[in-house]
């Protein structure tokens, strides 16, 4: 089994900052990217930043500049600290890991995902 769980979503004004933080665990051979994606109710889900095991980022036009993803591959921890957040920024941010297991089983996995709200 392998869990992923996010922690640090919460209530943040305009201009404010906030650190979230995901932590996979389990059964866990070896982790390749992992990521956060944002989602609105009612709007697709979107890509906001990802990093290699190597330590390669991507991140999405929007949050680039204020966002910096960045890991653990020790403790198999991804973390994205949000600066200069805007009230667009509010969504449901979930963790993502694309990893293989002990059982040599590569799989994509999801955490339930952590609230971030922006006030203007």
């Known amino acids: 089994q392998v869990q992923l769980v996010e922690s640090g979503g919460g209530l943040v004004q305009a201009g404010g900052s906030l650190r979230l933080s995901c932590a996979a665990s389990?059964?866990?051979?070896?982790?390749?990217?992992m990521g956060w994606y944002r989602q609105v109710r009612g709007k697709q889900r979107e890509l906001v930043a990802a990093?290699?095991?190597?330590?390669?980022?991507n991140y999405a036009d929007s949050v680039e500049g204020r966002f910096t993803i960045s890991r653990d591959n020790a403790k198999n921890t991804v973390v994205l600290q949000m600066n200069s957040l805007k009230p667009e920024d509010t969504a449901v941010y979930s963790c993502?890991?694309?990893?293989?297991?002990?059982?040599?089983?590569?799989?994509?996995?999801w955490g339930k995902g952590t609230l971030v709200t922006v006030s203007s």
């Open positions: 993502n890991a694309d990893l293989l297991t002990y059982d040599q089983s590569r799989s994509m996995y």
């Open positions: 389990g059964a866990i051979f070896s982790i390749n990217a």
């Open positions: 990093i290699t095991s190597g330590g390669g980022t």
